[in-house]
């Protein structure tokens, strides 16, 4: 009998770690979800993640890292500042950074990963976010591989960032391309009834459907 490679997904409800998942299913890995409460203005992309989950039959838990909003500072998703209303520039990005909040889920997920034997971690950095977000670059990437390998050392867990190299469009060509329910995302910063259409990751997403032909099924 073979057996089954097994893996922690960090899944926001967003397009990336949605195609993420349908991805690594579609692979045969066996994933665990992990969806992280930070206080972001946006929690309702919290449900959207249990709810896909819930779909597929993963196993998926909700971390409680709420507390940790008080100690991050002022970014536009946690409430501090009004989210802009543009593409994603340098200052857009600035007021948008949630300081540290992927190596602090990363490092969540490591744990749980080395306390149930799971010997991989995924997140769906991609290329875009790597112009924006310094814990989406190769860079931190590279880094952090060994230092996660290091400090599960009874039980190895690699850092895994299969989208590290692709678009955002590139990301939903495949999404679409393995039915990914998009409609069922969220992606919104500002965390309404519907989408702001404005905000940057608004404008990136629709861009993203739009390179592949097609309206965002939220808006479209």
Not at 128 to 149: G, H, K, M, V
Request: net charge neutral.
């Amino acid at each position: 009998m073979v057996l089954r490679m097994k893996a922690v997904l960090i899944l926001s409800g967003g397009v990336d770690s949605t195609t993420l998942l349908y991805k690594m299913l579609y692979d045969g890995i066996d994933v665990e979800a992990l969806t992280f409460n930070y206080a972001q203005r946006h929690k309702k992309e919290i449900g959207c993640a249990a709810a896909i989950a819930g779909r597929l039959n993963v196993p998926h838990r909700i971390v409680d890292l709420s507390c940790l909003a008080a100690l991050l500072g002022d970014s536009a998703l946690l409430g501090g500042r009004e989210v802009p209303s543009c593409r994603y520039t340098e200052e857009a990005a600035r007021k948008t950074v949630v300081p540290n909040r992927n190596m602090i889920m990363l490092s969540v997920a490591a744990g749980y990963a080395e306390a149930h034997e799971i010997p991989g971690v995924y997140y769906a950095a991609h290329k875009n976010d790597s112009t924006i977000y310094p814990d989406c670059r190769a860079e931190f990437i590279e880094s952090l591989r060994p230092a996660i390998r290091l400090a599960t050392a009874w039980h190895p867990v690699e850092l895994q960032a299969p989208f590290a190299d692709m678009s955002k469009a590139e990301i939903v060509g495949l999404g679409l391309a393995l039915s990914v329910p998009y409609e069922m995302t969220w992606s919104c910063y500002r965390g309404g009834v519907r989408p702001c259409r404005s905000c940057p990751t608004c404008i990136e997403r629709e861009e993203a459907f739009a390179a592949n032909g097609r309206a965002d099924p939220l808006v479209g």
